[in-house]
């Protein structure tokens, strides 16, 4: 698709993809050049295709889930060389603002973000390299390695949530990729019963598959009454909300227990306003938690967890489309006939 000096790399703005042929990027002394082998669809992905991102103006470049080989080392790169396979978070924190300092670099003011992965090339520039860029080992693929950065947020979402052994969970969108890894890490964690809550029969299988006690279509079942009959008539422990959706959100309040512990993990469009019952968060004590982003640390951790097999990231990747039918493999997601699309250059 490209010579010795151009580059294809797709640009997004609300409800259009351009192709272009880009120059090849010029690497600073302790940036990276890598060749892009997979990169990987996401919920992001496909709301900022339908409407734009907040934070971006268009048109700007689009994906951020990859994993490849270096093409090119800057001169003062000390960990990496011309051949390995890697792969890289999205962002990279100053480590120096008020957030940082306070243990929250997923807050921070000066994030280093990185876009471009629906592309040929990617430029890994220096703090992305030093903080957050992985060497795969022999055993791993691509597209499992690229699932990283998603189940970063999941491992940092998890975190806020402190899961014991023996709590019950529910997972409202738990047919999405993020539901499937939140799924996968409750597990994980020795919670019983897991219960899957979704719309589309086909997403709920891979949840079966995965390890959920029960499954409920919420179009043919009360959430809220499946709920129930699975934890004595109380509610769950722990919910985790995973669609984006504001009903979804509300659902989420409904299934939990008196003096639960919900989380909303998906994102509304900006400027949503929820109505929730004030009455029930208040006299049943419920602790509500919204989660953003990921940690260097969490970003680590993710990687070993999927190094070491224990999430299962080729369950997530149900469909594969070269780079120039990216838009068709946004369209599988949105139509609920994907869970992630792998993206071939």
Sequence with gaps: M??????????????????????????????LLVKVNTALTCGTDVKTYKRGH???????LFGHEFAGDVVAAGKDVKDFEVGMRVVAGNTAPCNECYFCKRGQPNLCDDLLVNLGAFAEYIRI???????????LPDHLSYREA???EPLACVVHGQDLLRIQPGESVAIVGAGGPIGLMHLQLALRQGSSPIIAIDVNDMRLTIAATLGATQVVNSIHEDPVEAVRDLTDGHGADVVIECAGVSDTWLTALDVARKGARVEWFGGLPGGTQVK????????????????YHLTPLSLERAFRLVCNGMVDAKALITHEVPLKNLEDGLKMMMEGRSVKVAVLP
């Design 276 to 291: 929730i019952d004030s009455t029930r968060v208040h006299y049943d004590e419920l602790t509500i938690f919204g989660v």
């Design 146 to 148: 690229a699932i990283i």
């Design 125 to 135: 520039p220096d703090r992305l390299v030093r903080q957050n860029t992985f060497t």
């Design 2 to 31: 490209s010579d010795d000096n151009m580059w294809a790399t797709v640009f997004i703005a609300p409800g259009e993809l351009s192709f272009r042929q880009m120059p090849m990027p010029e690497i600073g002394p302790r940036d």
């Design 54 to 60: 907040p934070k971006y103006n268009p048109p700007t």
